[in-house]
């Protein structure tokens, strides 16, 4: 290795320290990103920015892995990690709101915005939503349409589906 990719890899670990894991779960390899101990990303695909992290597994990575493990086999309903979105202080209010959403319910979009005092924002809290950069810890899954569809989800119906159908079963 050169004298420049090592003092390349040294700056890039001290100025970014964003901490990337990948674990194999029962819906695939899902990728978790933290920085300063707090979850920033959860990924269901290997994140196109990769090269933005190191790649290593951290105390609160590991921990969140555990209470990820813990949520699929219907022990753990109420996530307790420190969570830091990086998003405008509008989606942190949605994504809040979302967090009060208890497991194996559902709101609608319009429930959250009227929730959150802001009644026409619907449409907005469903680009949120699908914006939302930590999903399942932040449960967006669990916010469908007024008419009872699902609406949308950002890894696909699928997958929002066997979420929502996972929590009504083990919540039974």
């Known amino acids: 290795m050169t004298k420049y990719?090592?003092?390349s890899q040294i700056l890039k670990s001290l100025s970014i320290m964003k901490n990337i894991y990948t674990y194999k779960t029962q819906i695939g390899e899902i990728?978790?990103?933290?920085?300063?101990?707090?979850?920033?990303?959860?990924?269901?695909a290997k994140p196109k920015n990769i090269n933005d992290f190191i790649f290593k597994e951290t105390p609160i990575l590991k921990q969140a892995k555990i209470q990820l493990m813990q949520y699929f086999d219907g022990k753990l309903k109420i996530f307790n990690l420190p969570l830091n979105p990086?998003?405008?202080?509008?989606?942190?209010?949605?994504?809040?709101?979302?967090?009060?959403?208890?497991?194996?319910?559902t709101n609608s979009y319009s429930d959250?915005?009227?929730?959150i005092k802001k009644p026409t924002y619907s449409r907005a809290v469903g680009m949120i939503c699908g914006k939302n950069p930590i999903p399942v810890f932040i449960p967006c899954h669990?916010?469908?349409?007024?008419?009872?569809?699902?609406?949308?989800?950002?890894?696909g119906i699928?997958?929002?589906?066997?979420?929502?159908?996972?929590?009504k079963n083990k919540n039974a």
Do not use: D, H, W
Not at 112 to 115: C, G, K, Q, R, T
Not at 142 to 155: E, H, K, P, Q, Y
């Open 5 to 7: 990719k090592v003092a």
């Open 31 to 44: 990728f978790i990103a933290e920085e300063n101990n707090q979850i920033i990303n959860f990924y269901f």
């Open 86 to 105: 990086q998003v405008s202080n509008i989606s942190k209010t949605v994504l809040k709101q979302l967090q009060k959403i208890p497991y194996g319910k």
């Open 112 to 115: 959250i915005a009227n929730a």
């Open 142 to 155: 669990r916010v469908i349409c007024s008419n009872g569809s699902l609406g949308g989800f950002s890894s």
């Open 158 to 167: 699928k997958l929002k589906q066997y979420l929502l159908n996972m929590e």
